[in-house]
């Protein structure tokens, strides 16, 4: 296993989820790219809270001494987002938490965890 994609919302959820590909990485020296998949909306801007998300992860990513990669994409469709990355990027692994922030710019994991699991063209880990 080389490459983790990780999505993350800020829910304590997607924070779980990136522990868990944390665990996981460190085992195997892999890569984890976290992705935030957040909608367009003028207020609050949702690129400065992705950003925010995003930095948060990096503390984490960087006290845990992992390889990372951090990408924010602004979509309508995240779950669509994250199964097009894991399989033009080739990843090895996605991990999801199994609900979301439920705000509706940052709305990611809760019923796009479904279309993720069954969709995903690798294996998907959701964490509770």
Partial sequence: MEKILV?????EHSKRALAEAIK??????????????FYP?????AHEFSHRILEDAKVVLEN??????LVSVTDTNPSKV???MARDRKFDLVVVGSRGTGAAHTL???????KISCESPVNVLIVK
Avoid at 7 to 11: E, F, L, R, V, Y
Avoid at 108 to 114: A, E
């Fill in 41 to 45: 909306t003028p207020t609050p801007p």
């Fill in 7 to 11: 999505g993350i919302d800020g829910s």
């Fill in 82 to 84: 994250i199964i097009d």
């Fill in 108 to 114: 990611f994991l809760g019923r796009h965890c479904n």
């Fill in 24 to 37: 996981i990485g460190k085992k195997f020296e892999a890569e984890i790219t976290v992705v935030n998949v």
């Fill in 64 to 69: 845990e001494k992992v390889k990372y990669k």
